[in-house]
């Protein structure tokens, strides 16, 4: 049967008799009696663990269980007591506290047993009667307050049993955060802060020193499952997960404890969180030992960390640097020298002060030393003060306090119900709730100074001591403060840490590191390892353009248009501007090229301005070719305005200047081939062709033509003009400065009226070519519009495909291409006969007849 259930069902049965023989009541099961007691004129109980455990007995459901057999006597809580001795005796001998009035108490061993307490518990409230009586059940409680438990367990079977009868109760160590719950325990009070914000507190000391990646071991206990249930909640909202999470109890079966070995032997993580009881610790602590387990961090909670008794028994210094929450160092005057009188012991119980004895000095007395005994007898005028053991350590001052303020915060609401001032009124009626509620709002200080109340769940303001275990030379720890966690001040100043101070683990200096991935630099992301916890996660690099430049990034964040990441991912630094410029290599060649083209052309004029007057210059229109070769100069000129930074003014100029000169130069090849067939055309009989295509007609063709592509870039320019553009997608990394088309059918419109000009300027060249003739310029117009529209129509797909400054380099070359095209196919041939060939340049050889040859 669950220990909890034995208790309900003990509840339930005095409740039932009470019921059925009302108004008399009778005890029922043996009579418990107190381990120390005084009378008094009002009593006080007192339920400590004088030992920790007990021996097994073997039921067998047919008779009457016999009565549990306590073992391990517990010097610890046998402390405790002595510092509820201390103060009852130090209260009855104030003259401003309860005057008049004598304290008693009666004190019971629980065992550390959860069953056994609620017998305790009962015995307390309803006394010792071992004979049916005829008192009326409706009589006052036998005591008016009882002090303890220690453990969470037994006191919350205390408080279940306590709470209808809102019997006061008053723990000095149970921190189980569940007893702050009111509708399941109303009468219950503590001096100790609740695990509630020890739990709080635990986590925000791991996620202080960057451990994310951490073990748990707890007491399979209401203490060790509630306290590690809040520390796991608070940890997951701190980002710090649990490789492990494993309890249990110091009785159970020794395959389950080295079931939880294998598990931090398999572990990666270098600390462990513990929510364990000192006994339980010192089952875990025996199992590390013999399977030489070190080197880890322990951070633990009040219960052991600044127990001497433990370091005492960390022989192998397993638990060197731990460090963990203890109660804040108290101070008691005469509370050791009442500790080490054993008169409170010897007067009250005989047999306690006898095990007590032949423990403390590990001596037998002689009436109960058996012949084959070899322990020394003992004389019981032992000295105590030279003894070294747990019994005359003060290192649980702080818990001796929490037990001396808990009586005096009965003896305070005991003061203010009996109104009394130099003497108390006897004659009130005692009545546990009165008591209950008076407890809950007194408000004193003690004489050390200490401030004691309780909140609206009846636990104190939460105060810690951060303590760190540093070994000494001799071998002995010393639980250094090295902190405070005080959950009174604002959030961000409540724990305050001297980390110089700080001895980790193996005695080293140097915070120990437990993550499960380490920490992601800036320029990379987290990214979660697949059916992992959220603190196992790989680092991935942040993509071009997004960076993160916060440690542990979850996500990289795209830098603006205008910006692109750095190499390392850690900033975004601005783009560099790229455009077509003087000082590209290939801004250099197209520049050289167009001014060779420029300075060929007037190579070209200053040879036909010079040879001006022979025939082969003047054959066919000597002012159209000379217009044409201004025209060429332009249009090698036009193509150094696609290079450099693009302006407003540049974008607008340098497509109307292509535009323009291109078909000035057509116009010019236009007019040269309808000459040509015109001319031929006029020789026949009758022709009257020559006075409609003179020298003046040519000029208006030019000029006409010419103006049509002006309108069209007027229209351009005038309804949506090219602009300069940032141009954010061809290259990643770079910001392409171009010229925005504006309006793409203006841009369509100029460049298909040149095609449509070449188109004719080609369809006459050819029907031309074969006109009898020594000198045939319509032969070298059509080879020159055959390079123009080639190089033209390769130009669009290439143009269309190019990224960037190459897209204005295809346009460049094109302009170069088709203007050299021109140049050399119409001209160089004329340069040549009148260069090196002058015997060809006469009229005579010009008008000469022979057979056509075919292209």
């Known amino acids: 049967v669950h220990p909890l259930g034995w208790a309900f069902l003990q509840l339930l049965l005095v409740a039932s008799v009470s019921h059925a023989e009302e108004p008399v ?136 049993v306590t709470g209808p009868f809102f019997l006061p109760v008053i723990s000095h160590l149970a921190t189980c955060a569940c007893l702050s719950d009111k509708t399941k325990y109303p009468s219950f009070l503590r001096t100790i802060p609740s695990d509630y914000y020890q739990s709080r507190a635990l986590a925000h000391l791991v996620k202080h020193f960057g451990w994310t990646w951490v073990g748990a071991i707890r007491t399979n206990s209401d203490y060790g499952n509630n306290g590690m249930a809040t520390f796991t909640e608070t940890a997951q909202q701190l980002g710090i997960c649990l490789e492990y999470s494993v309890s249990f109890f110091r009785t159970d079966p020794s395959a389950k404890i080295q079931r939880i070995i294998e598990i931090i032997k398999a572990s990666t993580s270098k600390v462990i969180v513990t929510f364990l009881s000192r006994p339980d610790l010192n089952v875990l602590l025996h199992e590390f030992l013999y399977h030489n387990l070190s080197g880890y961090q322990w951070v633990g909670t009040e219960s052991w960390i600044f127990d001497s008794q433990t ?33 409170p012991l010897n007067s009250s119980n005989t047999q306690l002060f006898t095990e007590f004895w032949e423990t403390l000095f590990s001596c037998k007395f002689k009436d109960l030393k058996s012949s084959s005994d070899i322990q020394r007898e003992c004389t019981g005028h032992e000295d105590m003060t030279g003894v070294q053991n747990s019994f005359i350590d003060m290192s649980l001052m702080p818990i001796f306090n929490n037990v001396y303020k808990g009586v005096y915060a009965v003896a305070h609401a005991l003061h203010n119900i009996l109104s009394c001032n130099k003497t108390c009124n006897k004659n009130v009626q005692l009545d546990p709730f009165m008591i209950l509620q008076h407890i809950r709002k007194s408000h004193f200080t003690t004489k050390e100074g200490d401030e004691v109340y309780f909140n609206e769940n009846g636990d104190p303001a939460a105060k810690y001591d951060i303590k760190n275990w540093q070994p000494r030379e001799n071998g002995i720890v010393e639980f250094v403060t090295v902190g405070l966690y005080d959950t009174s001040l604002a959030v961000e100043k409540q724990l305050h840490l001297q980390s110089k101070a700080l001895i980790w683990a193996k005695n080293s200096k140097q915070v120990p590191l437990s993550v499960c991935s380490e920490k992601c630099p800036p320029g990379t992301r987290k990214v979660l390892q697949k059916g992992r916890p959220v603190c ?246 059509t080879f020159s519009m055959l390079i123009f529209c080639a190089v033209w129509i390769t130009f669009v797909p290439a143009y269309v495909s190019s990224p960037g400054k190459f897209s204005v380099a295809v346009e460049i070359f094109a302009i170069l291409a088709s203007s050299f095209g021109l140049l050399i196919c119409i001209f160089i041939p004329k340069c040549y006969i009148i260069l090196t060939k002058p015997e060809k340049n006469t009229k005579k050889h010009m008008m000469g007849k022979k057979a056509p040859n075919s292209l």
């Not at 418990?32 to 007990?54: Q, R, Y």
């Not at 008693?104 to 409230?125: E, H, M």
């Not at 002090?147 to 408080?159: D, F, R």
């Not at 203890?326 to 005469?334: V, Y």
């Open 25 to 160: 009541c009778r005890q029922r099961g043996d009579p418990e009696n107190p381990v120390l007691s005084k009378n008094g004129d009002i009593i006080l109980g007192g339920m400590f663990s004088f030992h920790t455990s007990w021996k097994e007995r073997k039921d067998s459901y047919m008779n009457k269980p016999l009565p549990l057999q306590c073992a391990s006597l517990n010097f610890r809580d046998l402390q405790f007591a002595q510092a509820m001795l201390f103060a009852i005796e130090e209260i009855n001998k104030s003259t401003d506290l309860l005057p008049g009035i004598s304290l008693g108490y009666k004190i019971y061993d629980t065992c550390d047993n959860v069953a056994r307490s609620v017998g305790v518990t009962l015995a307390l409230a309803n006394g010792n009667v071992s004979v049916p009586s005829k008192t009326p059940c409706t009589t006052s409680a036998h005591v008016q307050a009882i002090i303890g438990a220690t453990s969470s367990s037994t006191t919350i079977a205390l408080a279940t």
């Open 311 to 343: 370091a005492e028994m960390d022989i192998h210094h397993i638990l060197d640097g731990a460090i963990g929450l203890s109660i804040p160092i108290a101070h008691l005057s005469g509370l050791r020298n009442f500790i080490l009188t054993e008169k």
């Open 536 to 781: 196992c996660y790989d680092c991935i690099r942040c993509a071009e353009g997004e960076i993160s430049n916060v440690t542990d990034s979850v996500t990289c964040v795209r830098c603006l248009h205008e910006f692109w990441s750095n190499e390392r991912r850690d900033t975004c630094i601005k783009k560099e501007a790229v455009f077509l410029s003087y000082e590209d290599i290939m801004g250099a060649l197209l520049t050289a090229a167009s001014l060779f083209g420029a300075c060929m052309t007037i190579g070209v004029i200053l040879i036909f301005f010079k040879y001006r007057k022979t025939p082969i210059v003047r054959a066919n229109n000597s002012e159209l070719s000379f217009l044409l070769l201004f025209s060429l100069i332009l249009c090698f000129l036009c193509s150094l305005t696609f290079i450099g930074q693009p302006s407003d003014w540049s974008c607008m100029f340098r497509h109307v200047a292509f535009g323009i000169t291109f078909v000035l130069c057509i116009s010019c090849l236009l007019g040269k081939t309808m000459v040509v067939l015109m001319a031929f055309r006029a020789t026949r009989p009758g022709s009257n062709v020559k006075k409609w295509f003179g020298q003046t007609q040519q000029r208006l063709c030019v000029t006409a033509f010419t103006l049509i592509q002006i309108n069209i870039c007027i229209i351009w320019l005038t309804t949506s003009p090219p602009f300069p553009f940032k141009n954010f997608k061809e290259i990643k990394d770079k910001i392409t400065l171009e010229c925005a088309l504006g309006s793409a059918i203006g841009f369509w419109a100029v460049l298909g009226y040149i095609g449509v000009l070449a188109i004719l300027c080609f369809i006459f060249a050819f029907l031309a070519r074969k006109l009898p003739d020594n000198f045939n310029e319509a032969k070298f117009i």
